[in-house]
């Protein structure tokens, strides 16, 4: 017996059957998930890969995460000293921020390939200029709807790439980040699918505990993971049914990918 971290994570969530996806929430963002189809791979991004169960595991991992968030929290929330703070104050601003954008790239991207991409801040007039002045929240907000448009743009790319053999249902989301209850409901929003959160923070060394219990028991380990109680918090955080929210986050969303292929796709 033997597999891949993310392999083994997949195991350790849960995730062996079509329609689960984990969400990775670090300081890079890692989205993968069964699919019964193979990657077309002749569309650039998403990692081709195969789970430990026989299926088709498709990876895309965003290098604009957490770490975006810190670096925001670090420069441009004065006053403002921690995450938990900054999300209450976030909570207050409306969604789509007043019409600002984030492009989230500080460091660059690797998926879209744009290694010399930048971290811009779009949008801009002499209304949510104010807000900016007067609003500490604000920055961490808009910054936060820029990363989970950048996750959003990676799972659009991995159901193109896989085609009807991938059809997410639930994310299942760990890591830092998916403590943070704004961006829960923020990600199901967006992202449009329920979320669920595995509370074993080492679901790689229990996803590899479960392939080795499936080799002694000689039966196949998607069947030996579904047989197992794999820890969930209770809640399962639902997209909002509120048109207005979602109108917002739908312009936003169009804003934030023009902006970003007009700025740096080749």
């Not at 077309?40 to 995460?65: Q, Y």
């Not at 961490?140 to 990363?147: D, K, S």
């Not at 409901?185 to 669920?196: E, F, H, K, S, V």
Request: charged letters at 15%.
């Amino acid at each position: 017996a033997g597999s891949g971290d993310n392999m083994c994570s997949a195991l350790g969530c849960g995730c062996v059957e079509p329609g689960m996806v984990v969400l990775s929430l670090g300081t890079s963002g890692t989205i993968f998930g069964i699919s019964l189809s193979p990657v077309d791979t002749t569309i650039s991004g998403i990692e081709p890969f195969c789970d430990a169960t026989g299926h088709h595991l498709p990876l895309v991992c965003k290098m604009s995460c957490t770490g975006v968030l810190q670096a925001v929290l670090d420069h441009w929330c004065s006053g403002i000293d921690s995450h938990e703070e900054a999300s209450l104050l976030a909570e207050k601003e409306p969604p789509g921020c007043h019409g600002l954008i984030f492009l989230p790239f500080l460091g660059g991207e690797r998926s879209p390939n744009w290694p010399n991409s930048t971290g811009s801040l779009l949008g801009l007039n002499q209304e949510n200029m104010s807000f900016l002045m007067t609003s500490p929240g604000l920055m961490y907000r808009v910054a936060m709807e820029g990363i989970t448009f950048n996750l959003l743009h990676g799972l659009e790319v991995m159901k193109e790439a896989c085609g009807d053999g991938f059809k997410p249902k639930q994310l299942l989301v760990v890591g830092g980040g998916s403590k943070n209850s704004l961006w829960r409901q923020m990600l199901a929003d967006i992202l449009g699918i329920p979320l669920r959160f595995p509370t074993n923070s080492e679901s790689a060394a229990l996803g590899a505990a479960f392939q080795a219990g499936a080799a002694e028991c000689k039966i196949p380990v998607n069947e030996y993971v579904s047989q197992q109680c794999i820890p969930l918090e209770d809640i399962v955080i639902h997209p909002t049914l509120d048109s207005g929210t979602l109108a917002l986050y739908r312009q936003a969303k169009m804003k934030y990918q023009e902006s970003s292929e007009r700025l740096f796709r080749a």
